[in-house]
T-cell receptor, first 118, second 113 residues
Framework: AQKVTQAQTEISVVEKEDVTLDCVYE???????LFWYKQPPSGELVFLIR??????QNEISGRYSWNFQKSTSSFNFTITASQVVDSAVYFC???????????????FGQGTILTVHP | EAQVTQNPRYLITVTGKKLTVTCSQN?????MSWYRQDPGLGLRQIYY???????DKGDVPEGYKVSRKEKRNFPLILESPSPNQTSLYFC????????????FGSGTRLTVV
C-alpha cells in the first residue's frame, strides 16, 4: 500500500519568511508520481507540481521550489519570501500503479495548514 | 473549457434521505474518482472508475454507491446518509490516473443532520 505523511499539521510564519513543508512517502512501485496541491480558503484544489520517480532534479518556479530525494523518500516544498496570499492548506500526493495495473491511485497526505501573517 | 462539474456545491440534508451528488467531465477522461476531505485526514478515496461500467472501491467506500453508465458522468450516491458522512467531497478525472493530469471539481460541502 502507498502512504504519504505530512508531519506538520500547522505552520505559522510572518510575511517574507521562508517556509518548508515536509512530505515523506512510502510505495513499493518503481514507477510513481508525486504532486503538490494548494487549497486556498475558497476550497478548490490547485495543482502546483508533478514529479515522476525517475527525475530527481529539483525544480524552482518563482518563489516555489521542490526538493525530491528518493534516498529519503521525501518531496519537500519550500516557499521563499512568503506572502499572505500563500496562506492555504497544502497537500502532498502520490500516484502509483497500485500493484501493476495500468491505472494509478492518487493518495494524499493529511495536509499542512500554512498561515502567513502580515 | 476543460472542467469537472460537481453539483450541488452545498447541501444540507437529514439522516436517511437518499441523495446524489453529480459529477461530469468534458475531457473524455477514462479515469474518474471520488474523494472525501476531513480535517486532519487529508483526502481519502471513496470509489474510482477506470472506464464505463468499471468501478471499484477506494479506501472508504462504506455507505456510498457509484455508477458509470456514460464516460462523462460519475455520480456519487448516498442511499441512507448519516452524520458521519458530513464532509467535503471532490470528484476528479484523469486520462488514466497514474501520470496525473488530474482535474478536480470545485467540491461539494455536505452536511447531514
Amino acid at each position: 500500500a502507498q502512504k504519504v505523511t505530512q508531519a506538520q499539521t500547522e505552520i505559522s510564519v510572518v510575511e517574507k519568511e521562508d517556509v518548508t513543508l515536509d512530505c515523506v512517502y512510502e510505495t513499493r512501485d518503481t514507477t510513481y508520481y508525486l504532486f503538490w496541491y494548494k487549497q486556498p480558503p475558497s476550497g478548490e484544489l490547485v495543482f502546483l507540481i508533478r514529479r515522476n520517480s525517475f527525475d530527481e532534479q529539483n525544480e524552482i518556479s518563482g518563489r516555489y521550489s521542490w526538493n525530491f530525494q528518493k534516498s529519503t523518500s521525501s518531496f519537500n516544498f519550500t516557499i521563499t519570501a512568503s506572502q499572505v496570499v500563500d496562506s492555504a492548506v497544502y497537500f502532498c500526493a502520490l500516484s502509483g500503479n497500485a500493484g501493476g495495473t495500468s491505472y494509478g491511485k492518487l493518495t494524499f497526505g493529511q495536509g499542512t495548514i500554512l498561515t502567513v501573517h502580515p | 473549457e476543460a472542467q469537472v462539474t460537481q453539483n450541488p456545491r452545498y447541501l444540507i440534508t437529514v439522516t436517511g434521505k437518499k441523495l446524489t451528488v453529480t459529477c461530469s467531465q468534458n475531457m473524455n477522461h477514462e479515469y474518474m474518482s471520488w474523494y472525501r476531505q476531513d480535517p486532519g485526514l487529508g483526502l481519502r478515496q471513496i470509489y474510482y472508475s477506470m472506464n464505463v461500467e468499471v468501478t471499484d472501491k477506494g479506501d472508504v467506500p462504506e455507505g456510498y454507491k457509484v455508477s458509470r453508465k456514460e464516460k462523462r458522468n460519475f455520480p456519487l450516491i448516498l442511499e441512507s446518509p448519516s452524520p458521519n458522512q458530513t464532509s467535503l467531497y471532490f470528484c476528479a478525472s484523469s486520462p488514466n490516473g497514474l501520470r496525473g493530469g488530474y482535474t478536480f471539481g470545485s467540491g461539494t460541502r455536505l452536511t447531514v443532520v
